[in-house]
């Protein structure tokens, strides 16, 4: 590819040819930093319940694949063997919105630990199916939760984090129910939410994108899925690749 990303990718690395001596140890932090990898990048895809983001991660993911880059795709809550037992718990068990507001940072605490920041540490990216932005939207918005708890519980868990991008995909909750009912499967407990639900969820993801503006781009879901990845792969390539 021509277009090589301005972020210290992978083939900045230093690369020793067969045979080559071993490096010398680096003797000062800048030396041992240069030998560092270069840290990866952390993409999150959010929005209502049916907005259409599963199709568009995978095709994320091969377009990073195809520039080269070593990709991570995963899922919250998941991504982990416990967060994903958390999540079939939150997905399924009825409970009180901030003991559900806790699992799912607990779940994020754990998939953090495990997958996320040893990847990103190690130049891999990261595409994941939900972050905060979701509890903000869904527990904040949907259900209630004070803020004051929420900004505490994310300020615990990942202090100083935020993902490099998010795509929110926006689209009108009745569209978006029609299409979760279209696939006949059995809906979980967040699935099953009514309409006024999702709107206070769609409200709140837009006004998070609206306080970050530089980190969340808001994609209008209600198009063709190939106009749809025509424009998340100039998003991606302008933010990273230029
Ligand atoms: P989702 O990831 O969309 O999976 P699927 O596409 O397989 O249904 O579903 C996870 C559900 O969890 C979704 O309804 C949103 C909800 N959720 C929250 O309420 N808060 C959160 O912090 C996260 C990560 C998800």
Redesign the pocket.
């Known amino acids: 590819m021509s277009q090589m990303p301005p972020v210290r990718p992978l083939s900045d690395l230093p690369v020793r040819e067969a045979g080559a001596a071993a490096p010398r140890a680096a003797s000062t932090p800048d030396a041992m930093q240069a030998m560092l990898p270069a840290r990866g990048r952390f993409i999150t895809f959010e929005g209502i319940?049916g907005a259409g983001?599963?199709s568009q991660i995978a095709a994320v993911v091969e377009l990073l694949q195809a520039l080269g880059i070593d990709v991570e795709q995963t899922?919250?809550?998941g991504g982990t063997a416990l967060g994903e037992r958390l999540?079939e718990l939150?997905?399924h068990e009825p409970m009180h919105l901030e003991t559900?507001a806790m699992l799912?940072f607990a779940a994020?605490r754990e998939h953090l630990a495990a997958r996320i920041e040893p990847a990103l540490a190690a130049g891999r990216w990261v595409v994941c199916?939900?972050?905060?932005d979701?509890?903000f939207?869904?527990?904040v918005g949907?259900r209630g939760l004070d803020r004051g708890k929420f900004d505490a519980l994310e300020a615990w868990v990942h202090p100083g984090l935020q993902p490099d991008l998010t795509l929110v995909f926006d689209l009108d909750p009745g569209v978006a129910a029609a299409r979760v009912a279209a696939t006949g499967v059995d809906p979980?407990r967040?699935?099953r939410e009514q309409r006024d639900f999702f709107v206070r969820v769609r409200a709140a993801y837009l006004e998070r994108a609206g306080r970050a503006p530089a980190r969340i781009c808001v994609i209008d879901a209600d198009r063709p899925p190939a106009v749809i990845r025509a424009e998340i792969e100039r998003i991606v390539r302008e933010r990273f690749f230029q």
């Open positions: 319940d983001k599963s899922r919250e809550p999540r939150l997905l559900e799912m994020r199916d939900r972050f905060s979701a509890t939207a869904y527990q949907g979980d967040f699935e």
